[in-house]
C-alpha cells in the first residue's frame, strides 16, 4: 500500500537558518505529493503540492520539487522564521487502486525556530 | 467565510460512555472525512463520505460510527468499544470523490477528546 516516511523529528534551528525536512513516498500509482503545515491548536493548511515528477511546488518562501526517481519531496526554505514554528506533514493522493480520492500523511515533522 | 467548523475543542470523557464529535462544513464539498492524530503518527484515517447517505470505512474504523444525513454535516461517534479513544480528531472535506489529487483538503481546528 501507499505509504509516506518524513525525518525523524522535531527539528530546532535559529531564525534565518537553511531548512530541510526529507520526506520519501511509496505508492502504486502516479500520487500527487503535498506539504501541510499544523499551526498550534489549529487543523492542517496545505502549504505547497506538485502533481506530476519534476514539477516544483513553492509558497512562503518554501519549495519542494517531485522527484520521481527518488520517491522523494524534500521541504526546504533558505531562511526560516520564528512564525514557522509548527509540524509539517508530508502527505500524497494516489489515483489508482483502492486509495483514489484518499490522503496518506507522513508522521509529522514538529519544527521550532528560536529568536 | 466558508470554512469547516468541529465543536466542542475540548471534550472530555468517562471511560465505557459513547460521545459524539460534531464537524459541519458551508464550502458546498461533496467529499468528507474523518482524521485521527496521535503524536509521532501522523493522521490515520477513521472514515469518508463521498456523498450523502453513504460512507466507507478507513484505515482505523473499529471502534467508531459516523452518520452523513446531510450534505455539510458528518458527525463522529467514538464509541465505547474503541480501546484508545484519547487523540485529537480531525475533520476534513474536497470538493468531490477523488478531487484531492489535485485539490487540498480543507481542515477543521480539530476537537481533543480526553476519556478517562
Known amino acids: 500500500g501507499d505509504s509516506v516516511t518524513q525525518m525523524e523529528g522535531p527539528v530546532t534551528l535559529s531564525e534565518e537558518a537553511f531548512l530541510t525536512i526529507n520526506c520519501t513516498y511509496t505508492?502504486?500509482?502516479?500520487?500527487?505529493l503535498f506539504w501541510y503545515v499544523q499551526y498550534p491548536g489549529e487543523g492542517l493548511q496545505l502549504l505547497l503540492k506538485?502533481?506530476?515528477?519534476?514539477d516544483k511546488g513553492s509558497n512562503k518562501g518554501f519549495e519542494a520539487t517531485y522527484r520521481k526517481e527518488t520517491t522523494s519531496f524534500h521541504l526546504e526554505k533558505g531562511s526560516v522564521q520564528v512564525s514557522d514554528s509548527a509540524v509539517y506533514f508530508c502527505?500524497?493522493?494516489?489515483?489508482?487502486?483502492?486509495?483514489?480520492?484518499?490522503?496518506?500523511f507522513g508522521q509529522g515533522t514538529i519544527l521550532t525556530v528560536h529568536p | 467565510d466558508g470554512g469547516i467548523t468541529q465543536s466542542p475543542k475540548y471534550l472530555f470523557r468517562k471511560e465505557g460512555q459513547n460521545v459524539t464529535l460534531s464537524c459541519e462544513q458551508n464550502l458546498n464539498h461533496d467529499a468528507m472525512y474523518w482524521y485521527r492524530q496521535d503524536p509521532g503518527q501522523g493522521l490515520r484515517l477513521i472514515y469518508y463520505s463521498q456523498i450523502v447517505n453513504d460512507f466507507q470505512k478507513g484505515d482505523i474504523a473499529e471502534g467508531y460510527s459516523v452518520s452523513r444525513e446531510k450534505k455539510e454535516s458528518f458527525p463522529l461517534t467514538v464509541t465505547s468499544a474503541q480501546k484508545n479513544p484519547t487523540a485529537f480528531y480531525l475533520c476534513a472535506s474536497s470538493i468531490s470523490p477523488g478531487s484531492s489529487y489535485n485539490s487540498p483538503l480543507h481542515f477543521g481546528n480539530g476537537t481533543r477528546l480526553t476519556v478517562t
Open positions: 502527505a500524497l493522493s494516489d489515483k489508482s487502486g483502492t486509495s483514489y480520492g484518499k490522503l496518506t
Open positions: 506538485a502533481t506530476k515528477a519534476d
Open positions: 505508492a502504486t500509482g502516479y500520487p500527487s
